[in-house]
């Protein structure tokens, strides 16, 4: 018998494997919801899987009667709408501010202290603030996604930045460029599939801040429906719209890092991974 | 044709003495290499030549005029490693330096101006044997054609004085050869003078026309961050620069 360390799973086996934990998952939700719905056929706590079915039907297929919307589409845009603009608006100041600060010894010394000490703030606890100056507006929450992830995602350009050998930098002063064109031509390109991995990273904050910020005070969104229907009980809405949240976060994760290997061939060749 | 005068040059960093009493004058056309110890401040010397650092004392001219206190397109380099941009294929990283020049702004030129600045980089690229690899990244390349495009990067901007840190360090003994062969064709064609730092004596006195030694003249260990290397052995290798 080779050590446990030295046994590696071959493809199939992979996928099972990788299959295994949520097989036992959905089991046990299965096995517990029979048993509670055979001592209370009221419960609520744990639909049935018919249930389940039945009210997934309803949000994400039929209009709803009052606006003739279908819920769960007029919540995944809202919500994604958001977030991506949130995300989006992040990444470009941390993309600006990390270069700068990164590159320039000045901007450094001025600026780096500040950056890490906005990092600090507790985002939730900015929240009544932001709400107070903007209103219950989507400013407000696309505020909230920006506090939350842009200075840990600027602080994480920053350290990408001085990652960039110091040997590239004096090689490109040698060849006559210029500050401005050592950003533009050897910073810049070099840092672009980093931000790819800060995004992915920061996704997880912004989701957080996004529900956060629509639980409170929204009309619409995926994270306002859920805690509606929390006074309701209606878990056989919440669960479905749990597992949307997680697949949507999923693929957004799975597409950047695709984007990253096929728009910066170099870079995943370099790090050594697909 | 660039003559260097190196002025009773000190370095120290944090108190500890690393170069001291350096003075050398050195003939246009020299190729110098610069041997000694691990950590005897041959690379710190080629910062000082660079531009990188400033020294402590001393001055360092370059055809009677101070060295400025920042790299430029007058001194080439080329390093043991990280010489060539990752994100650029052997063709841009070599036009590059051109569009640097060209293009202020953008420092991307396009339409007939790129096809130019194309055309020029392609005879660099042949002259160091890469015109295969020119859509090539460099993790694409083998340790030996990255230095060679990393020579040819360096020479496009026609500089007076290359330095080179440890360059072929870490190749292969067969491809070392080929390289050598090509820096000594690459320089010989051109007026530059070149420094090369290398711990290998064989490669200094295969090479270059002059093989100066640094090391400490003291070297007990209560000693050592009180006295900084020098130049300890300086021989004239008699080859002549026109020679086959």
Same mark, same amino acid.
């Given at each position: 018998?080779?050590?446990?360390?030295?046994?590696?799973?071959?493809?199939?086996?992979?996928?099972?494997?990788?299959?295994?934990?949520?097989?036992?998952?959905?089991? @046990? $939700?299965?096995?517990?919801?029979?048993?509670?719905?055979?001592?209370?056929?009221?419960?609520?706590?744990?639909?049935?899987?018919?249930?389940?079915?039945? #009210?997934?039907?309803?949000?994400?297929?039929?209009?709803?009667?009052?606006?003739?919307?279908?819920?769960?589409?007029?919540?995944?845009?809202?919500?994604?709408?958001?977030?991506?603009?949130?995300? @989006?608006?992040? @990444?470009?100041?941390?993309?600006?501010?990390?270069?700068?600060?990164?590159?320039?010894?000045?901007?450094?010394?001025?600026?780096?202290?500040?950056?890490?000490?906005?990092?600090?703030?507790?985002?939730?606890?900015?929240?009544?603030?932001?709400?107070?100056?903007?209103?219950?507006?989507?400013?407000?929450?696309?505020?909230?996604?920006?506090?939350?992830?842009?200075?840990?995602?600027?602080?994480?350009?920053?350290?990408?930045?001085?990652?960039?050998?110091?040997?590239?930098?004096?090689?490109?002063?040698?060849?006559?460029?210029?500050?401005?064109?050592?950003?533009?031509?050897?910073?810049?390109?070099?840092?672009?599939?980093?931000?790819?991995?800060?995004?992915?990273?920061?996704?997880?904050? @912004?989701?957080?801040?996004?529900?956060?910020?629509?639980?409170?005070?929204?009309?619409?969104?995926?994270? $306002?429906?859920?805690?509606?229907?929390?006074?309701?009980?209606?878990?056989?809405?919440?669960?479905? $719209?749990?597992?949307?949240?997680?697949?949507? #976060?999923?693929?957004?994760?799975?597409?950047?890092?695709?984007?990253?290997?096929?728009?910066?061939?170099?870079?995943?060749?370099?790090?050594?991974?697909? | 044709?660039?003559?260097?005068? %190196?002025?009773? %040059?000190?370095?120290?960093?944090?108190?500890? =003495?690393?170069?001291?009493?350096?003075?050398?004058?050195?003939?246009?056309?020299?190729?110098?290499?610069?041997?000694?110890?691990?950590?005897?401040?041959?690379?710190?010397?080629?910062?000082?030549?660079?531009?990188?650092?400033?020294?402590?004392?001393?001055?360092?001219?370059?055809?009677?005029?101070?060295?400025?206190? /920042?790299?430029?397109?007058?001194?080439?380099?080329?390093?043991?490693?990280?010489?060539?941009?990752?994100?650029?294929?052997?063709?841009?990283? =070599?036009?590059?330096?051109?569009?640097?020049?060209?293009?202020?702004?953008?420092? &991307?030129?396009?339409?007939?101006?790129?096809?130019?600045?194309?055309?020029?980089? /392609?005879?660099?690229?042949?002259? %160091?044997?890469? &015109?295969?690899?020119?859509?090539?990244?460099?993790?694409?390349?083998?340790?030996?054609?990255?230095?060679?495009?990393?020579?040819?990067?360096?020479?496009?901007? &026609?500089? &007076?004085?290359?330095?080179?840190?440890?360059?072929?360090?870490?190749?292969?003994?067969?491809?070392?050869?080929?390289?050598?062969?090509?820096?000594?064709?690459?320089?010989?064609? !051109?007026?530059?003078?070149?420094?090369?730092?290398?711990?290998?004596?064989?490669?200094?006195?295969?090479?270059?026309? !002059?093989? =100066?030694?640094?090391?400490?003249?003291?070297?007990?260990? /209560? /000693?050592?961050?009180?006295?900084?290397?020098? %130049?300890?052995?300086? =021989?004239?290798?008699?080859?002549?620069?026109?020679?086959?």
């Amino acid at each position: 018998m080779r050590r446990l360390i030295n046994l590696k799973p071959g493809h199939g086996a992979a996928i099972v494997l990788a299959a295994l934990p949520f097989i036992l998952v959905i089991i @046990a $939700y299965l096995a517990g919801s029979a048993e509670r719905l055979a001592a209370n056929p009221e419960d609520k706590l744990l639909p049935a899987p018919h249930s389940l079915g039945e #009210a997934i039907d309803r949000v994400a297929f039929k209009p709803d009667k009052r606006t003739g919307d279908v819920v769960l589409w007029t919540d995944t845009a809202a919500s994604l709408g958001r977030l991506l603009a949130g995300v @989006a608006i992040s @990444a470009s100041l941390s993309l600006i501010i990390g270069i700068g600060v990164g590159l320039v010894p000045l901007l450094r010394a001025t600026f780096e202290t500040m950056i890490a000490a906005l990092a600090m703030i507790p985002p939730l606890a900015v929240l009544p603030i932001l709400f107070l100056v903007f209103g219950l507006t989507e400013v407000a929450k696309i505020a909230l996604i920006c506090i939350c992830i842009a200075p840990f995602m600027t602080r994480d350009l920053i350290l990408r930045v001085r990652e960039i050998p110091e040997e590239e930098i004096v090689k490109a002063q040698t060849l006559g460029g210029s500050t401005w064109q050592i950003a533009l031509r050897v910073v810049l390109p070099q840092i672009w599939p980093r931000l790819f991995d800060s995004i992915r990273l920061a996704l997880g904050s @912004a989701w957080l801040s996004l529900i956060a910020a629509e639980a409170i005070a929204s009309e619409s969104g995926l994270g $306002y429906r859920i805690f509606l229907l929390r006074r309701f009980f209606a878990m056989d809405v919440i669960l479905p $719209y749990v597992a949307w949240i997680t697949l949507l #976060a999923f693929a957004l994760d799975w597409s950047l890092r695709r984007m990253q290997h096929v728009l910066f061939p170099w870079f995943t060749a370099q790090r050594g991974a697909g | 044709m660039t003559a260097v005068s %190196v002025r009773d %040059v000190w370095m120290e960093y944090d108190g500890q =003495i690393i170069l001291e009493r350096i003075s050398l004058e050195v003939k246009p056309h020299s190729f110098v290499a610069i041997v000694g110890p691990s950590g005897c401040g041959k690379s710190t010397f080629l910062r000082l030549v660079l531009g990188q650092e400033q020294a402590t004392k001393g001055q360092i001219l370059v055809d009677g005029k101070p060295v400025p206190k /920042e790299p430029n397109v007058e001194r080439g380099i080329v390093f043991q490693r990280y010489s060539v941009f990752p994100h650029l294929t052997a063709l841009e990283n =070599i036009l590059l330096g051109l569009e640097f020049a060209r293009a202020p702004v953008l420092a &991307k030129l396009t339409g007939k101006a790129r096809a130019e600045a194309r055309a020029e980089a /392609e005879t660099y690229l042949e002259g %160091v044997g890469l &015109k295969e690899a020119a859509d090539k990244y460099p993790h694409q390349l083998s340790g030996g054609m990255r230095q060679r495009l990393a020579l040819a990067q360096a020479l496009i901007k &026609k500089p &007076k004085i290359l330095l080179l840190d440890e360059p072929f360090g870490a190749l292969d003994p067969g491809i070392r050869s080929d390289v050598h062969a090509l820096t000594q064709k690459l320089w010989r064609e !051109r007026a530059m003078t070149v420094f090369m730092v290398s711990h290998d004596l064989k490669e200094a006195f295969t090479l270059a026309t !002059r093989v =100066i030694a640094f090391d400490r003249r003291r070297n007990r260990p /209560e /000693e050592i961050g009180a006295y900084g290397a020098t %130049v300890t052995f300086d =021989i004239d290798v008699h080859r002549s620069a026109k020679a086959p």
